[in-house]
């Protein structure tokens, strides 16, 4: 069975701090790879995704970037953090066939920048 | 690009009685449709896929029906119950098979008393 990890489970950061968000995938080879982003009340937003390794679409960028390494990992950064990153970040799967595109959410990284 | 609203944003029912909640969308272009469910403090749940071909899909204990014309996808609990109280979420896929980019509605919070 397919497992998605996030790591750090949550995150205290100061503004102008390097920040750095993990999600890896196992049990899956290959997936489509998606990073979200959820504000305080709710609303998500695409952030990124990916089809293969080394690859990165930016959908919305916020000030953030994203990296795909290795085929299992994604990866989200920025060098400078704003009060306005601060939120619930997801991380999301899904398989590339047509028709099998939903998309699995991982458990989600909680960050507040002060 | 798409837009979706989500209404009502809030919704509170009694154990027993229905909710319905419902998104419109502008793409006639979107194809897949999803609905997601969010309990306090973690991640999306994967309630029900909707492809557009479908306008009727019955889950355990929810309807989900799709008006490809009005362009309106619609949740319906039949007998809410108080373990149904969370965050519900929209979304529509793209079209073309490459469900990379998922819009979502900003939400619903339903709230179900005993």
């Known amino acids: 069975a397919q497992t998605i990890h996030q790591w750090p489970v949550a995150e205290i950061k100061a503004v102008g701090s390097p920040l750095s968000l993990g999600c890896t995938i196992k049990?899956?080879?290959?997936?489509?790879l998606y990073w979200y982003w959820q504000a305080t009340g709710g609303t998500l937003q695409q952030l990124f995704y990916s089809i293969t390794v080394g690859q990165v679409e930016s959908v919305v960028q916020l000030n953030l970037s994203a990296s795909r390494p290795k085929d299992d990992q994604f990866i989200l950064s920025t060098e400078k953090l704003l009060l306005s990153h601060s939120g619930f970040y997801l991380c999301a799967w899904s398989l590339r066939d047509w028709g099998q595109d939903t998309q699995y959410f991982g458990p989600g990284t909680r960050l507040l920048v002060l | 690009g798409e837009q979706v609203e989500q209404r009502p944003p809030h919704l509170s029912v009694r154990e027993g009685d229905s909710a319905v909640i419902t998104c419109t969308y502008t793409?006639?272009?979107?194809?897949?449709f999803f609905w997601y469910k969010q309990e306090p403090g973690a991640s999306l749940q994967l309630l029900m896929k909707?492809?557009?071909?479908?306008e009727i899909n019955e889950g355990q204990g929810f309807t989900v029906l799709l008006n490809k014309k009005d362009k309106r996808l619609s949740l319906n609990l039949t007998a809410a119950h108080p373990g149904d109280s969370a965050a519900y979420f929209c979304?529509?896929?793209?079209?073309?098979?490459?469900?990379?980019?998922?819009?979502f509605g900003k939400g619903t919070l339903l709230t179900v008393t005993p």
């Open positions: 979304a529509a896929g793209n079209s073309g098979g490459s469900n990379y980019k998922l819009t």
């Open positions: 909707v492809f557009s071909s479908t």
């Open positions: 049990g899956k080879s290959s997936p489509n």
């Open positions: 793409d006639p272009n979107s194809y897949y």
